[in-house]
């Protein structure tokens, strides 16, 4: 087994309920690119198309994000600041669901690892923290962001909070309308949220013009955070999703699985991940590949998309803009087209037209493969989920727990299941109310 360097953490323990504690988070980051077998498409200049530079991404980003956006180096070390903060939340738990698998009567082994334990109840917080220590530490006053269901414009105001910067956040209108307790959470922690698109940026304007009763996108409210960042030299923006770094970041989440399973002798045979942006399923799915890569492992990954909003099982592989005004760099993915705009489904945080780079890149390779999931069917796995756990799961997180159950009903086999569980719905319940 391939651990990180200098790797001095505790074993993990595993206590009565078969919930597995690894007792320390890791010192590390976890880079895929390091042990891809071909290198990922550079991202290009949205004006020349040329390879971006540092110097290109500066007015954005802090150089050490910008650093860790093009590294190939296997293992990127965490900041003890950094870890300290985590330590509000992480390590996460790794569950076995010993109720959901009498309920389903599968031979299958099913755990889940949750992230729904952070202060916010999703998994953002791993991203977040870091980006905000790292342009804190760069000297920037204020972040801008988007945010979709507004798990990820919550962890960024938290974020800032306990690193002193301000925090503006242009939130999906249809999620804007839908869940006024995110909103809530970021006021809460200081920050400021708009709905998206807004009249208080040029792109937000023209987006009106063109439709005034339009419900938003991700892509949109990129382009609205995005403008925002740019004209003012005392911010910087942040994304939750999509960039090598912020997957880099959220790679603790499968690092401490892999120790988890370790520590019971455990082997995932497969590894199922809701997947919109890409920052959850590479989180949890890429140092699973790696051991793949480097150990030859044969754990499976499936990513699990909204049928709304399919960029890997039905959209094209080239370069598009991560945004509607073509404000951000071209990026080679599976995309369904920045103009793009996706019904109002209930998992704000999959409705995003194209996918990480790096997960796109993965699939095309067949590293992973993915389904489609059809909304009432996610609800349905969330219900059937809640009432043999008892964890009423995020939206987002219902896709993979309904791939999961597809999965387990129909093994014959003993084998082991993984769920990345990124979220707690405790401020979906709505959604959940017009589903039951």
Known sequence: ?????????????TDPLGVVV???????????????????????????REPLTPDDLAPLFPMALIAQEVTTERWVEIPQTVRELYALWRP?????????????????????KYEGVSPV?????????????????????????????????A???????????????WQVRASYDAKPYRRMQMETYGGVCHPSPSDLTESGRAMLAADPDTTGSLGMAISEAVEAAATNPAAHYALGSVLNHVLLHQSVIGQEALAQLDEIGETADVVFGCAGGGSNLGGLAFPFLGRNLRDGATTRVVACEPAACPSLTQGEYRYDFGDVAGLTPLLKMHTLGKDFVPP??????????????MVSHAYELGLLSAIAVEQEDAFAAGVEF?????IIPAPESTHA?????????????????????SGNGILDLPAYHQYV
């Open 155 to 169: 962890s960024l105001s938290m974020a800032c909070s306990l690193l002193g910067l301000e925090c503006e956040v």
């Open 92 to 112: 996460s738990p790794l569950v076995r669901a010993v109720r959901l698998e009498r309920a389903l009567g599968t031979p299958a082994r099913i755990y889940y």
């Open 121 to 153: 109840g999703s998994h953002k917080p791993n991203t977040a923290v870091a980006q905000a220590y790292y342009n804190a530490v760069e000297g920037i006053t204020k972040l801008t962001t988007e945010t979709g269901a507004g798990q990820w414009g």
């Open 401 to 421: 727990v309904a791939g999961a159950i597809a999965h387990a009903r129909a093994a014959t086999e003993a084998e082991t299941i993984v769920i990345g569980l």
């Open 344 to 357: 109002p489904i209930h998992a704000g945080g999959l409705r995003y037209h194209g996918m990480a780079p």
């Open 22 to 48: 690894p007792s320390s988070v890791p010192t590390h980051w976890y880079n895929l690119a390091a042990d891809l077998p071909e290198p990922c498409p550079p991202a290009l200049h949205p004006s020349t």
């Open 1 to 13: 087994m391939t651990t990180t360097p200098d790797d001095v953490r505790p074993a993990p323990r």
């Open 386 to 390: 809640a009432r043999a756990e008892g």
